[in-house]
């Protein structure tokens, strides 16, 4: 764990625009997941292994809130939430690994019904885990086309926040973003509503200033590193 986990797990704890930030994050994932795989291959997905399988039913748990299993096949299981299109298929043996070992860890509570329903529930620890792990796997939707803007993200943290600005600068490398300077970055796509969400979290929305742009001189670098046509 980074030395700032534990305060942006916190963070993202008590915030709730925070939590249903991610959360919205992961419905969206999740549905663009459903119109874009068939029935058929998320049945062959059912046989992954239980630690994916357990990261699966953590996801679901958080999106729609009370995730619930139901047998549909006498080795095969689907989990439904609030939401009926989320939904995910798995294998009993899969399964019953990935829900004793979360349960073990604390991360779920499970409920079982007399027509054989299992209802899974997050605790506040798995809910935490959730949270941190949407954080750390944060993503920027890419347009099939690049609108030939330029966002500019300039920051100018003092030192008795560096631990935020340190997890901040790392972020930003992580998502993509070029260093044009050392507290400045580069995107060419979309990302205000996530670089604003950064900074809510580390506590810096003041010191940050977002600026979209049309022109960049001496640019091609720019174009090159993000694999966009370098002609004018």
Sequence with gaps: MRKYEKK??????????????????????????QREVKREKLIKLAKSSAAVVGKTLLVLAAATGILTV??????????????ANHRGFFEKKSFNRAKATLKARG???????????VKIFLTKKGSEKVLAESFENLKISRPEKWDNK???????????HKWAREGFREKLRSL?????????FMYPYS?????????????????INFIVTDRI????????????PTFE
């Design 107 to 117: 991360y779920i509570k499970v409920q079982k019904s007399d027509n054989g329903e």
């Design 191 to 207: 990302c205000e509503e996530e670089v604003r969400f950064i900074a809510s979290i580390f506590n810096i929305s003041g010191y």
């Design 176 to 184: 993509g973003f070029y260093r044009l300077q050392e507290s400045v």
């Design 70 to 83: 139901a047998v549909i096949a006498p080795n095969l299981f689907a989990a439904f939430g609030k939401i």
């Design 8 to 33: 942006l797990v916190r963070s993202l704890s008590e915030s709730k625009n925070h939590h249903d930030f991610l959360i919205g994050k992961l419905k969206s994932e999740w549905e663009q997941g």
């Design 150 to 160: 330029w966002r500019i993200v300039i920051f100018d943290i003092p030192n008795r």
């Design 217 to 228: 001189d001496h640019n091609q670098q720019l174009k090159s590193h993000f694999n966009l």
